[in-house]
């Protein structure tokens, strides 16, 4: 009897240990004190709540499943849920009921009670280490190497006085980024991972690092032999019909172009005459309005395969013929696309081509397969799909159409994996900068063929780059760059698979609403790169294949001046520039009205531009250098004079600029600061540097922010060979007090002087005068503000369009403190007997008034420990045109709004 008693004690003493003080009390159902007995009485025991008070149910939503969990040997490891799992599968004595596969679980308190994040820390000695699991980790090696904004994955890093160490681990093709992926993303037979690894030593001012990271592909269903680091092609892939080899001018404006004599097909190593080709000329801004090859939505070009196909097999469709030398020409836009059918009754392991070309040319390849090889080779639009063009080979430095004819031989294959290593070195000391990277690619590919038997090949590239900075007194500074990033340099793994298809699936498909159909949206091909493209450098990259993951407030690069994490030109986040919406316009310019320099000559601010590149120090297919000295005679001035030589490896284009730089800050006390810079320079540039733009603000709806869109507009090199000087002086006034006054002024003249624009000079004028007063009585606080910006362009030339513009923003705003955290705020903007305008001296029909009014109130309040935020509000906008014929142009607008927001740390 005493042993069943201290049997019964140990059960409910370990009972009281797993369950937790606080706890209701649970007992063993099938035992009642010292003896077994059939009698059931439950699990919770009788409790008096009126002395001890009543104790609820833990709130943690994770102890709603919550149970012991073991590891693989049996030992306990904690009381909870499992949150995170990664496996890999496989099983190769073929049995029909397993599965192989790559597995990633995320349950649903992953996301619930840990935010999508997990870190893990110990120490030991002088080591730290911290494991972190999540879906937006920030991660940085090199920015030649990997700059991730937002790695999904698992990193871990370890790291001493002297020694850092990083690892990190992800499945980049098929995140799970919510409850919602697990049906069609959590396993998958195929998969492309990312590893890799990073050390760094620091000594005294020194600091040396190492960086490795392999992106590759794998088919879980292949033994582990087939899948090295080099990746794999799934072991069964789509029949190829055809290969098209694109050839096209990589100097589209200087007249040069491309000249091809002749393109010819090795098949398994072998020549193969008996394969006849068929020549077809287009040009970069030709599209067929009905999109017949369904690519309306992709970023990179394919070719026309169903219209060519289809016209070539009726007859109808225009074949290229040949010069009277025999050979084809790619000018300016146009390219020529060699189409070669593949034989269908023999086995291809191999492909590679030989091409007799001269003048300053682009080579790549892509390849029509069979995503329904059921259809006839006559029904393209059913049985094919096409992949992008591969870039393969390029002319090296500038060369002639017609003369230095080469021959040039590349192979054809799809990638399976890519590695980058490199190492960097920097070091600061006594005024003495230096920084030095070295990194190099190697791209593997195999031609794709069932069972892996296609040949493999590589490609390779390397990228360097050194800065350094001499300090010889504190007035008096050189320094240098000397930079190469080859044209075959690659951090991007584009992954082509038609089981990307469960992104989109109807009915269990996550991201079925947002990307349509991954066929018709992706081109069934993901774009993995271990650089994002992130030129605001904020925690969403500006670009990726899932759309709600990537930026999705706009892409404003280099205005956060404030290191808030808001871009200053859109506090609102809403996908447009605040100096195009109403009371947020006053304290933001557009760039044309803003100074910043513009090194790379395409008439935008550097710090300003959004591409759709790498974030790479240097562009890729670029080698050059940069000298300057620089002088500070006294603390408010510094003088920079330099030159920098820059030339695309592929084609030979060429900016050479010899500049100078003078920039005057000061600050006079309370009273105010002025800032003057002159910028001159000596221009030869004719490398096209294209970039991302919101509407002009000549032609914008200004207040319609609802119309804004996103162009991409092309560098038109009016800077080819030209001098061009910029001066700009900024003043602010703060003398009086509650008074602010702020000016600027603007010139900058391109003086061209090519032989064909001879003393053509392009000029631009532009100037921002704004002023506001703050009254204060009591809780009532009125401020009056006026805005006033003009602009002037002029080309004698006319290649420009001019404008002679006046923008006019009188605005009044009042706020009214009702409590310490209830405000009611109001403004108009443009009154009835002062609206605001827009005059254009160009063109009178486009001028109109505009009106606007703006009535919120907020109030600001703690719940459950997180600072809260309600607002609540109308805003109404009227624009009439002053001519009246354009009337249907009027807007006549009104809005009411809730809104509330939740602070996320917790109130100190």
């Known amino acids: 009897m005493l042993k069943a008693i201290s049997t019964g004690a140990l059960i409910a003493a370990l009972a009281t240990m797993v369950r937790g003080e606080g706890d209701p009390r649970l007992i063993e159902p099938h035992t009642t004190g010292a003896r077994l007995m059939l009698y059931r009485p439950g699990l919770l025991t009788y409790d008096n709540y009126g002395l001890e008070g009543y104790r609820t149910w833990p709130r943690n939503v994770i102890t709603r499943t919550a149970n012991p969990v073991y590891d693989e040997f049996g030992d306990f490891l904690v009381n909870g849920v499992e949150v995170y799992h990664l496996r890999e599968n496989r099983r190769f004595d073929d049995p029909a009921q397993v599965f192989s596969g790559s597995t990633i679980a995320k349950p649903n308190n992953y996301e619930g009670f840990l935010n999508r994040l997990m870190v893990a820390d110990d120490s030991y000695n002088n080591w730290q280490t911290r494991l972190i699991i999540g879906d937006r980790i920030r991660t940085h090696f090199s920015p030649l190497i990997l700059d991730l904004a937002a790695l999904n994955g698992i990193r871990w890093d370890l790291a001493n006085e002297r020694h850092n160490f990083s690892v990190l681990a992800s499945r980049m093709d098929k995140p799970v980024l919510s409850r919602e992926d697990a049906t069609a993303l959590s396993t998958a037979a195929f998969a492309a991972y990312l590893m890799g690894g990073h050390w760094q030593w620091n000594w005294r001012t020194i600091d040396l690092s190492t960086s490795y990271v392999n992106l590759f592909r794998i088919d879980t269903r292949s033994p582990p032999d087939w899948n090295g680091m080099k990746g794999q092609l799934p072991n069964r892939v789509q029949v190829i019909d055809y290969l098209v080899v694109r050839i096209e001018d990589t100097s589209p404006l200087d007249g040069n172009g491309a000249r091809i004599f002749d ?263 993901l774009d993995l790169n ?271 369009q001019p404008a002679s513009e006046v923008f006019g923003f009188p605005m009044l705003v009042a706020d009214f403190k009702f409590t310490e955290r209830t405000f009611l705020r109001g403004g108009v903007q443009g009154l009835s007997m002062l609206p605001s305008i827009y005059r254009n001296g160009q063109n009178e029909d486009q001028d109109y008034n505009t009106r606007d009014a703006l009535f919120m109130l907020v109030n600001r309040f703690e719940y459950a420990g997180f600072d809260m935020a309600l607002t609540a509000g109308y805003e109404i906008s009227r624009r009439r045109m002053k001519d009246r014929t354009r009337k249907f142009e009027d807007i006549n607008f009104e809005q009411f709004f809730i809104r509330m927001v939740v602070g996320l740390e917790p109130v100190q």
């Open 263 to 525: 393109v010819d097909i090795l098949l398994n190593g072998e020549r193969r005459d008996d394969i006849e080709s068929f020549i077809t000329r287009h040009n970069t801004e030709d599209f067929n309005p009905n999109f017949p090859n369904k690519d309306f939505f992709f970023k990179r070009p394919i070719p026309p395969y169903v219209e060519v196909l289809k016209g070539h097999r009726l007859g109808t469709y225009p074949l290229q013929t040949p010069e009277p030398d025999g050979s084809f020409r790619a000018d300016g836009k146009d390219y020529v696309l060699f189409w070669f059918p593949l034989p269908e009754e023999e086995e291809v392991v191999s492909v590679s081509f030989e091409a007799l070309l001269s003048g300053n040319y682009r080579v790549s390849v892509s390849e029509i397969y069979a995503v329904d090889p059921r259809e006839s080779r006559n029904e393209p639009a059913q049985r094919n799909r096409a992949t992008f063009y591969k870039s393969l080979a390029g002319s090296k430095g500038r060369g002639s159409a017609g003369a230095d004819v080469e021959q040039i031989r590349f192979s054809y294959g799809r990638q399976t994996g890519l590695t980058l290593a490199g190492l960097g070195l920097s070091t600061d000391v006594k005024g003495f900068r230096f920084k030095g990277e070295w990194a190099h690619s190697f791209n593997f590919l195999q031609y794709p063929v069932h069972d892996h038997r296609g040949q493999r090949h590589d490609r390779s590239g390397h990228a360097y780059l050194l800065n350094i900075e001499r300090e010889f007194t504190p007035k008096i500074a050189v320094g240098g760059e000397l930079f190469r990033l080859s044209p075959e340099y690659r951090t991007q793994l584009s992954v082509t698979d038609l089981t990307l298809g469960a992104y989109a699936a109807s009915g269990t498909g996550p991201f079925a609403g947002e990307l349509g159909s991954t066929d018709e949206s992706l081109n069934n091909t």
């Open 530 to 800: 271990t650089v994002d493209d992130n030129d605001d450098k904020d925690p969403f990259p500006d670009d990726f294949f899932i759309p709600s993951f990537e930026d999705q407030n706009g892409v404003f690069p280099g205005l956060d001046k404030d290191q808030d994490g808001t871009p200053d030109t859109n506090r609102n986040r809403n996908q447009v520039p605040d100096y195009f919406e109403p009371f947020l316009l006053y304290d933001v310019n557009p760039d044309d009205f803003d100074y910043g320099d513009d090194l790379n000559n395409n008439g935008v601010i550097d710090v300003r531009e959004n591409d759709n590149k790498p974030d790479y120090p240097y562009d890729l297919n670029r080698k050059g250098y940069h000298l300057f000295v620089r002088f500070q005679p006294q603390r408010t001035l510094e003088l920079t004079l330099g030159r920098y030589d820059m030339e695309a490896i592929w084609g030979g284009q060429r900016a050479d600029v010899w500049y100078a730089k003078a920039e005057y800050q000061r600050r006079f006390g309370s009273w105010g600061e002025v800032r003057a810079v002159d910028f001159l320079k000596r221009v030869q540039d004719d490398i096209p540097d294209g970039v991302f733009r919101f509407g002009d603000v000549a032609n914008f709806d200004i207040f319609n922010p609802r119309a804004t869109i996103e162009t991409f507009v092309e560098d038109e090199l009016l800077m080819r060979d030209s001098a061009v000087n910029t001066a700009f002086i900024d003043f602010a006034f703060r003398g009086v007090r509650n008074l602010f006054v702020g000016a600027n002024l603007k010139f900058e003249v391109n003086q061209q002087l090519s032989a064909k624009s001879r003393d053509n000079a392009i000029q631009l004028w532009t100037s921002v005068l704004r002023a506001d007063y703050r009254w204060r009585l009591g809780g009532l606080e009125v401020s009056p503000r006026y805005k006033l910006m003009l602009r002037r362009r002029t080309d004698d030339a006319g290649r420009i």
